[in-house]
C-alpha cells in the first residue's frame, strides 16, 4: 500500500473516493462508478491504515531504548523517567512522542546530508497517528523522506495487506521482498514508483515493519522534492535497501508507537456487515461465465481480475462483488439506468480507463440489487489498466459483461 501508489487509499468512504477518482477518470458518471468500485473494495479492507496520515497514507513504528543508529551519527535523546506518564493500571508510560522529538530522531538516522521542509505530527492527537517528513539531499539531488507511527492488529486484513508484496498487475514495480525477520517481525521492501502508469518518472521506494505486537513501521523515500508535483532530482531515492531496512528496524520508533495515546491506538469498530467474498470464490464464479474463447492468462490474488486472451490480444477483467451500496444508488445509477422486473438497475459505461493511456477502453457494466448487493464487471483493450492497448476494443462485449453481471450464480454471495 502497500504503498498506495496513484490510486490514492479512499479508506472506504465514498467521498473521499469521489474526490480522488478525478486523479484517474473525467468527473462524470464513469467517475462515480469507479468510485463506488473502490469503495466496495475499501470495505472489504477498511481497517487498512483507517488512521494513517500524512506520508503516503503509511505508518511507522519502533521500540523504546538506545537509538541505534545504523551509519553513524549521535543518537537522539530519548525520554527520561521524568517523562514519562503514569498509566490508570499504575504501569508508567512514556509522554507522548512530540514533532521535535521526531524531526530530531530521522535527522540523527539519515546520512550525512542537508535536511530542510521538516515537518511531523507529534503523538498528542487523539485521533490522527505521528508522522515526519523531510527534504534530505546527500549532494546528489534533493529527495523527500517520510516515516509515520501507528499500529495494526497482527493477523488482519489490514495486517496481510500491508506486509504483502502486491499484485503487479494492480502496483507495477521493480522489485518487492516480504520476509519474516527473526524476531517475529514482518518485513516489506518495495521498490516501485508514484505513479502505476509511468507517465512521471518518479521513483517510490519503501520498507514496512509489522511487529508481533502490531506496532507498524513504514518509511517512504523519492527521487524528487516531494511525492507529487515535483520534478525529478536524481535517478534514484538517496536510500539503498539495505539502509531503508536498517531505518525501519531502529529500536527507537517502537518506543515512539508505545507513546501513542491508547485511545487512539483502539481499532475503529467496524459494523457488522455480510461478509465480503474472497478473491478465490469470486474468480472461481467468474471463470466459468467467460465466453468459451476467451482464455484465461492470469488470475489475481489480492483483487478479483484475470487477464483473457482470444487470439486477438490480451484483454483486462476486473469485478466487484460488493454488499451495502443501496445508499449509493442515486450516485452511480442515472435516470438512464434500465430497471429490471425485480428492481434491479443496470447500466452500461464506456470510458477511455485511466488518464494518459492513449487509445485506452473500458467497458463496465454495473448491477445494483433492491437488497444493495453490487456486481460491477469492467473491460479493458489491454493486458492491465496501465499498459498501452493490444487491441481496438475489450474481449469481451456489452452484452457477455451483462450476462455475467446478471448471473444468478452470483446470489450465492447475497
Known sequence: MPVEHDEEQFEGRLGHALHDAGDRFDADRTALVAAGLTRGRRLRLRRRAAMAGGVAGIALVGV??????????????QPSSSDVAEQPSGTPAPAPVTARDLIATLEELLPE???????????TDELLPPYIRLVHDDGKGPAAI????????????????????????????????STRLSD??????????EYPDRRVDTKLWSADLLTPTGQHISVSEWNAAAEKDAPVSRSEPPLSTDRL???????????????????????????SAPAEPTVEAVLGTLVPLLPKDAKVVEKGSDYSYVVVDDGKGRSYVQIDVQHGMGDVAGELFGDDAEELPDGTLVS????????????AVMWTVDTLRTDGFRVAVSAFNAGTQHDAPSRETPALTEKQLREIALSPRWDAFR
Open 146 to 177: 517520510g516515516v509515520s507511527l501507528n499500529r495494526i492488529e497482527p493477523g488482519s486484513d489490514q495486517a496481510r495487506q500491508t506486509t504483502d508484496c502486491p499484485d503487479k498487475e494492480l502496483v507495477p514495480h521493480d522489485s518487492c521482498v
Open 184 to 193: 517475529g517481525s514482518l518485513l516489506k521492501l518495495f521498490q516501485g514508483y
Open 245 to 271: 531496512k536498517a531505518l525501519v528496524t531502529a529500536e527507537v520508533w517502537r518506543g515512539y508507537v508505545d507513546s501513542i495515546p491508547e485511545d487512539s491506538r483502539k481499532p475503529t469498530a467496524t459494523p
Open 113 to 123: 546530508g542537508k535536511v530542510s521542509a521538516q515537518e511531523a505530527r507529534g503523538a
Open 64 to 77: 523504546g531504548g538506545a537509538l541505534l543508529v545504523p551509519w553513524g551519527g549521535t543518537p537522539a535523546p
Open 348 to 359: 452500461f459505461r464506456p470510458s477511455g480507463g485511466d488518464k494518459g493511456v492513449e487509445g
